[in-house]
């Protein structure tokens, strides 16, 4: 089968550049080994959330660009950036649409009762992100292990509640269980009720973000009915419900689309011909299928994701085998604290300014495959909180350059 | 605030509760200071071998023998924190059979069970093994958990009237004439002061014994000697595997609860305190335990860490009462004229009970009072039911766990928090397996301090609680940090620094005004 383009990887990156390619009427290929981090962090979209406080996102990103020549932000300049993330909102219609406030990071409460800077919330989250005028109540759920009222609402000067479900005590529920119950009128009505008693004087409840993967705004304004307060979400640990949201809305409008969706599968092989690619081979047991194509974005993602592999002497790129910037010797490779920025974090794919791979010398080593996401060398999305914005950015860029010609 | 005891112990490790444990059931009252927790020493940074006295029956046989006596004596009173997995002593080409012979010999001398198995045995009773080995002689070794063991001897001398003050440091020893008259010690994360008069003490602090003389102006010679282990993701062997040669580095792989522990290094060290693994002795590790188990060469790996042998220096003054080359017991009246000072170290966590022993009798010949040991005749606390990871597995999913490498239930932490005296994080985990499994408390430590927080057993800030423990992690984490691990790594910074960010500035905290 012969398509465009293939998209290898279906994080937020490869999801971006299959739609991007979409857009411009290309036929795509997307294959992925799984849903990417994006079900795993991805609760809102960071773009830069180390610059200081009340600075214009906008301010932020070009002087970070001028201070960054190695970042990825600065080889897709301001404006792609910015016509990135209107690509990305626009595939979220109201009322789940995403958001921001005043142009600058919003300050949202985490799991461990921190704010945390971000740049576009759901709107199920935007009643948190003033939660410093107000007065809230935090609720948890008995046999929950990934929240806690309590650790939440204790730094914020909250009260924080947790509310049984379970008849037998010492159950455990995941977060998708949770979200699924939420969607339920009839749970809904129960823990409603509860929290009403729990209610003294809070103008607003938070919960974390489970309320239901399908439609979460018709689930937080029921509650809001049912309560008599404002509702909002609260960032969880993994799984992220929102993130499965924007895949699952991703992966709606791409199918519709005529994209064809290979969920489940990684490239076990590639085929490459005088410095192209001709196709990957995907290996489903007992068969192996060959897909061929002009271009090929790899969006595979670091080690959780399987773009980079790492053995005791040294990293590399799972796929193609391209050059990966060494953070030098295993011993190096983390700073003494855990929370310094480690070198291997920066570590990664080397491009020229349209996103190709290139060997140390600066010679394009693949003419035809594009790199994006945070499989790029040259950031430290962790700790800038730029996961998303860098995801979103790439896949949109390389995918523009790579159907530019 | 001032304190009266009959015999003060100092030290927190197996020497010192098997001393409190000896004294309580010969009527004798006690209190033990420990500057950390129980077992903050040696006796909780070892590879957790049940030595059966193979490791020694060449070089000390009269160590040995002492192994073989107390193994026996452990397996009757101690079952629930030993695992009798046997052990074997690999011969590999390089090693020659020269060694082997002189082993089995003196194993037949020390009437130490050994037999003799060929390649083929050998192979099929452990398929991991280097497949080029010579031969292996099996001999009775096993794992222990230290931890269980030491905190049941502390269960058992309280129950039996003894006391203790955790995280107390001595801060200083008033010697008057021919006696320590008082001890000023100090709560380490409180700091009330406590003066206290004792009858008699006893320097149970194994490293750290030369510094607590010091105190009292007295010295001892000691060498400190690092050892390094690594600890592997999986058991790669059924049962304990030695290298069978003379003893060096990297020669021994003991399996132990989910794990197996790969050992050790010997580096010379000045300082009891600050020390860490270093690349080369991870490489090394690495190279030589690989030899016998090449699997190691692929291993994920969960955490380097390193213990301090206090190695007494024999021979410095001819009135020493070495009683053997394992471990050393001093009465400071004969040595340096203090009439109520003891000083006990060295040794191994296998011959802790007899140390205590050795000791107390001591003390009860300097009392004038005539009164028998009896803690090889008496079960620990918990001996009556072995804990099993089958009875954990039934629970599964039935009943909520906090820690799903290790299935720790919440309710078994809970059971811990309501025994009381706990004063820090450390604390908690050393008396339950949180945290000990492949993510290393990646996952759990965060459920722990929600549930504290639920609790409301949690003083002060949590997050600076959880920085402290994700540092802590670090420290053993970082020297084995390549292949998957790297994966979860990735994924535990992105939790903490990333989705509840947490960092190394004070946290923000935005208060609601």
């Known amino acids: 089968m012969h398509y465009d383009l ?9 999801l971006m550049a299959a739609k991007t390619a979409a857009e411009a009427g290309r036929k795509v290929l997307i294959i992925g080994k799984g849903m990417g981090c994006l079900t795993l962090f991805s609760n809102t979209i960071d773009v830069l959330g180390k610059i200081p406080e009340t600075t214009r996102l906008r301010d932020g990103l070009s002087q970070w660009i001028q201070d960054h020549p190695e970042h990825p932000y600065s080889r897709v300049g301001l404006t792609g950036i910015e016509q990135a993330l209107s690509s990305f909102t626009s595939l979220f219609k109201p009322p789940y649409s995403f958001q921001t406030i005043g142009d600058e990071n919003c300050f949202l409460p985490t799991g461990a009762g921190t704010m945390r800077p971000t740049y576009l919330i759901p709107d199920t989250m935007v009643a948190g992100a003033s939660s410093k005028k107000k007065k809230g109540l935090i609720v948890g759920f008995k046999g929950f292990r990934d929240f806690y009222a309590g650790y939440v609402a204790g730094p914020l000067n909250w009260r924080g509640v947790t509310l049984p479900i379970f008849d037998t005590p010492g159950q455990e529920i995941s977060a998708t269980a949770l979200s699924r119950w939420m969607e339920n009128e009839s749970f809904r009505e129960t823990i409603g009720r509860e929290i009403i008693k729990y209610l003294s004087g809070e103008t607003c409840v938070g919960f974390p973000a489970i309320l239901g993967v399908n439609d979460p705004i018709k689930v937080k304004r029921d509650l809001e009915e049912k309560i008599g307060v404002e509702v909002f979400e609260i960032p969880a640990l993994s799984p992220s419900i929102p993130g499965m949201r924007i895949f699952n809305r991703f992966k709606e409008w791409l199918i519709r689309k005529g994209v064809t969706f290979l969920l489940g599968h990684s490239v076990a092989k590639v085929s ?35 773009g980079l592999m790492a053995d005791r002497e040294r ?16 011993e190096e490779w983390f700073g003494k604290s855990f929370f310094d920025e480690h070198p291997i974090h920066r570590s990664g794919i080397l491009t020229d300014s349209s996103l190709r791979p290139i060997a140390e010398t600066g010679e394009p080593i693949l003419e035809n495959v594009r790199v994006a996401g945070t499989i790029l060398s040259g950031h430290h999305s962790t700790d800038e909180k730029s996961r998303e914005g860098i995801e979103i950015a790439t896949g949109y860029w390389a995918t523009k350059r790579a159907v530019a010609k | 605030m001032n304190l009266k005891t009959e015999v003060l112990i100092i030290g927190g490790g197996a020497t010192g509760a098997g001393i409190a444990r000896d004294l309580s059931l010969r009527g004798i009252p006690s209190l033990l200071i420990e500057k950390g927790d129980f077992l903050s020493g040696a006796s909780g940074r070892n590879h957790g071998l049940f030595h059966s006295g193979g490791r020694y029956v060449v070089s000390d046989p009269e160590a040995a023998r002492e192994c073989i006596a107390e193994n026996r004596i452990l397996r009757k009173i101690a079952p629930h924190c030993i695992e009798e997995t046997d052990g074997l002593f690999v011969s590999l080409p390089e090693d020659g059979l020269d060694f082997r012979n002189r082993f089995i010999q003196a194993c037949e001398e020390a009437a ?8 083929e045995e050998a192979l099929s009773l452990e398929l991991g093994l280097n497949p080029d080995l010579l031969s292996a002689v099996k001999i009775p070794d096993g794992a222990i958990d230290p931890f269980e063991l030491v905190l049941a001897n502390a269960k058992d001398a309280e129950a039996h009237g003894a006391t203790s003050l955790l995280h107390t440091e001595v801060i200083s020893l008033l010697v008057d004439g021919d006696r320590v008259k008082t001890v000023l010690a100090k709560d380490l994360l409180h700091g009330e002061e406590y003066l206290i008069e004792a009858s008699y003490l006893i320097n149970a602090t194994g490293a750290w014994a030369d510094q607590l003389l010091k105190l009292a102006g007295l010295r001892i010679a000691m060498a400190l000697s690092k050892g390094s282990m690594l600890i592997t993701n999986q058991r790669l062997s059924h049962r304990v595997v030695n290298r069978c040669r003379p003893p060096s580095d990297g020669d021994i792989v003991v399996p132990n609860h989910t794990v197996s522990i790969l050992g050790t290094t010997s580096v010379r060290l000045e300082d009891a305190e600050n020390f860490e693994v270093t690349p080369q002795e991870v490489f090394l590790l690495i190279k030589e335990t690989s030899k016998m188990l090449p699997a190691i060469e692929e291993t994920r790996f969960i955490r380097a860490y390193a213990g301090i042998r206090p190695l007494f220096q024999s021979g410095e003054k001819g009135d020493d009462r070495v009683i053997s080359r394992g471990f050393v017991l001093i009465d400071h009246e004969k040595r340096d004229g203090i009439r109520n000072l003891i000083t006990i170290t060295g040794g191994k966590l296998v011959t802790y009970r007899l140390m205590a022993e050795k000791t107390s009798d001591l003390l009860c010949r300097k009392m004038g009072i005539d ?11 918990g001996a009556e039911k072995p804990s099993g990871l089958k009875d954990r597995l039934k629970t599964l999913g039935k009943v909520e766990t906090l820690c799903d490498c290790e299935l720790v239930r919440r309710k078994e932490v809970e059971e811990v928090l309501r025994e009381g005296k706990l004063k820090n994080l450390q604390d908690i985990l050393h008396r339950t397996r949180l945290a000990k499994g492949t993510c290393q408390g990646g996952f759990c430590v965060y459920r722990l301090l929600g549930m504290l927080n639920e609790l409301g057993l949690t003083e002060g800030n949590s997050n600076k609680i959880l920085k402290g423990f994700l540092e802590e992690r670090w420290k ?9 691990s790297v994966k979860e790594e990735e994924l535990i910074e992105t939790i903490y620094k990333g989705i509840l960010n947490i960092t190394s500035a004070e946290c923000r905290m ?4």
Not at chain 1, 6 to 14: A, E, K, P, T
Not at chain 1, 289 to 295: G, L, T
Not at chain 2, 510 to 513: F, T, V
Request: hydrophobic residues 40%; contains cysteine; proline residues 9%.
């Open chain 2, 476 to 484: 053993g984490i970082r020297p084995v940090l390549w292949g998957t």
């Open chain 2, 371 to 381: 009164v028998s040991c009896t803690t090889h005749l008496n079960p620990l606390p």
């Open chain 2, 510 to 513: 935005r208060n609601a005004e």
């Open chain 2, 112 to 119: 130490l069970p050994a037999r003799l198995l060929s390649r």
């Open chain 1, 315 to 330: 990293i590399s790129e799972s796929i193609f085998n391209l050059p990966v910037s060494q953070p030098g010797s295993q």
């Open chain 1, 6 to 14: 293939i998209v290898i990887g279906m994080g937020l990156s490869g």
């Open chain 1, 272 to 306: 490459i011909k005088d410095k192209r690619c001709e196709g990957v081979y995907v290996f489903n047991p007992p068969v192996s299928n060959f897909y061929s194509a002009d271009r090929f974005i790899l969006a595979t993602g670091r080690f959780i994701g399987g």
